[in-house]
């Protein structure tokens, strides 16, 4: 069997991390065949002192690496860098994998040379109510996309994965994460893999949970910022990278621009009806669907086409505003989108 570097990047995940640490140390994976290397950002919460520095102190296989610029691509690149494995497994603090998530991502990259990336379902959990509606809104096609591997739930090529496991030579070959993207940077390698000419494979038999924000004004800052980070991805590869992206930037762009002409051409009052009606129609039958009737209150209800409208309007926001930076004016990136939403 082969060795495995698991890069783990965090800051200030003092109520996560141990829970992920865990599931590593129960995998069913040898443990003298896994070296685990958390990159952190200069946590002050605890998360160094009272949780990775205790591991370290009971398993020798556990490194601390600080990640100084506090940037997700520079920890991504740093463990990379650092790892001795002939495969790399990137896994967010916030995540627990299932005990057998390492052995099967491990398995199919032997037997299939042309998949370079394996990652598995994403079950998100939740603290709250809050959490919970959002957790089911971006489980849904209609909150983040047909063809999102968030929505997946059996074996797929996709066009990205969370959580993924890559063998160490796919590195070599194509590079590694772009170090200017904030956000997006998993999007922009997964279009370097598939350009490449190898497939991602998302397989049903191995999960990962996922612990869901529980605020709506961290999740509009979240994908506000992946749409706006979206369009930088796009201009430094020429390419629109997947269809579904343009969706809520055409949705928000139509609702401001109908009614501001609806002044001169009273018929755009009109279509602007029909397209409000229909998103509604699809909100309120994506609503009935995933809610289950134990679930099914009004509150949940409305929560849940809020939810979404939040994930809508947040993407297509930042991708406006990128549009206008990126390709317009052809500035740098601005700072309000460099900041984490923690």
Same mark, same amino acid.
């Given at each position: 069997?082969?060795?495995?570097?698991?890069?783990?990047?965090?800051?200030?995940?003092?109520? =996560?991390?141990? $829970? #992920?640490?865990?599931?590593?140390?129960?995998?069913? +994976?040898?443990?003298? %065949?896994?070296?685990?290397? &958390? @990159?952190?950002?200069?946590?002050?919460?605890?998360?160094?002192?009272?949780?990775?520095?205790?591991?370290?102190?009971?398993?020798?296989?556990?490194?601390?690496?600080?990640?100084?610029?506090?940037?997700?691509? =520079?920890?991504? $690149? #740093?463990?990379?860098?650092?790892?001795?494995?002939? +495969?790399?497994?990137? %896994?967010?603090?916030?995540? &627990? @994998?299932?005990?057998?998530?390492?052995?099967?991502?491990?398995?199919?990259?032997?037997?299939?040379?042309?998949?370079?990336?394996?990652?598995?379902?994403?079950?998100?959990?939740?603290?709250?109510?809050?959490?919970?509606?959002?957790? #089911?809104?971006?489980?849904?096609?209609?909150?983040?996309?047909?063809?999102?591997?968030?929505?997946?739930?059996?074996?797929?090529?996709?066009?990205?994965?969370?959580?993924?496991?890559?063998?160490?030579?796919?590195?070599?070959?194509?590079?590694?994460?772009?170090?200017?993207?904030?956000?997006?940077?998993?999007?922009?390698?997964?279009?370097?893999?598939?350009?490449?000419?190898?497939?991602?494979?998302?397989?049903?038999?191995?999960?990962?949970?996922?612990?869901?924000?529980?605020?709506?004004?961290?999740?509009?800052?979240?994908?506000?910022?992946?749409?706006?980070?979206?369009?930088?991805?796009?201009?430094?590869?020429?390419?629109?990278?997947?269809?579904?992206?343009?969706?809520?930037?055409?949705?928000?762009?139509?609702?401001?621009?109908?009614?501001?002409?609806?002044?001169?051409?009273?018929?755009?009052?009109?279509?602007?009806?029909?397209?409000?009606?229909?998103?509604?129609?699809?909100?309120?039958?994506?609503?009935?669907?995933?809610?289950?009737?134990?679930?099914?209150?009004?509150?949940?209800?409305?929560?849940?086409?809020?939810?979404?409208?939040?994930?809508?309007?947040?993407?297509?926001?930042?991708?406006?505003?990128?549009?206008?930076?990126?390709?317009?004016?052809?500035?740098?990136?601005?700072?309000?989108?460099?900041?984490?939403?923690?």
């Amino acid at each position: 069997m082969s060795l495995v570097s698991i890069v783990i990047p965090c800051r200030n995940e003092v109520k =996560y991390i141990s $829970n #992920l640490l865990n599931s590593i140390r129960n995998s069913d +994976y040898p443990q003298l %065949l896994i070296e685990i290397l &958390v @990159i952190d950002g200069m946590s002050n919460d605890g998360t160094r002192d009272l949780i990775i520095n205790d591991f370290i102190k009971k398993f020798n296989n556990i490194k601390l690496l600080d990640n100084i610029k506090q940037k997700t691509p =520079y920890a991504f $690149n #740093l463990g990379i860098k650092s790892s001795q494995g002939e +495969y790399v497994l990137i %896994l967010g603090a916030r995540h &627990v @994998i299932s005990k057998n998530y390492i052995s099967q991502a491990v398995q199919t990259l032997k037997v299939n040379k042309d998949i370079a990336c394996v990652g598995g379902v994403v079950n998100n959990v939740f603290e709250n109510k809050t959490s919970e509606i959002i957790s #089911l809104a971006m489980s849904s096609p209609f909150g983040i996309g047909f063809s999102n591997f968030r929505s997946i739930k059996k074996d797929s090529y996709v066009d990205s994965i969370g959580s993924p496991c890559f063998r160490m030579n796919v590195f070599n070959e194509i590079g590694y994460f772009d170090e200017r993207l904030t956000r997006n940077q998993d999007d922009d390698f997964s279009f370097r893999i598939i350009k490449a000419g190898y497939k991602i494979l998302l397989k049903a038999n191995i999960s990962v949970q996922y612990n869901v924000r529980a605020s709506f004004r961290k999740l509009y800052t979240q994908y506000k910022q992946y749409g706006y980070w979206k369009v930088f991805v796009n201009k430094k590869h020429k390419s629109v990278t997947t269809l579904r992206q343009l969706f809520p930037m055409l949705f928000l762009t139509s609702i401001f621009v109908l009614s501001f002409i609806s002044f001169i051409f009273p018929l755009a009052v009109i279509i602007l009806i029909i397209e409000l009606t229909i998103y509604f129609l699809m909100s309120l039958f994506f609503s009935f669907k995933s809610l289950k009737y134990s679930k099914f209150r009004l509150n949940n209800f409305l929560s849940y086409m809020y939810t979404c409208l939040i994930l809508h309007v947040s993407y297509g926001h930042g991708y406006v505003e990128g549009i206008f930076d990126f390709l317009i004016i052809n500035r740098s990136p601005k700072t309000n989108n460099e900041k984490l939403s923690r």
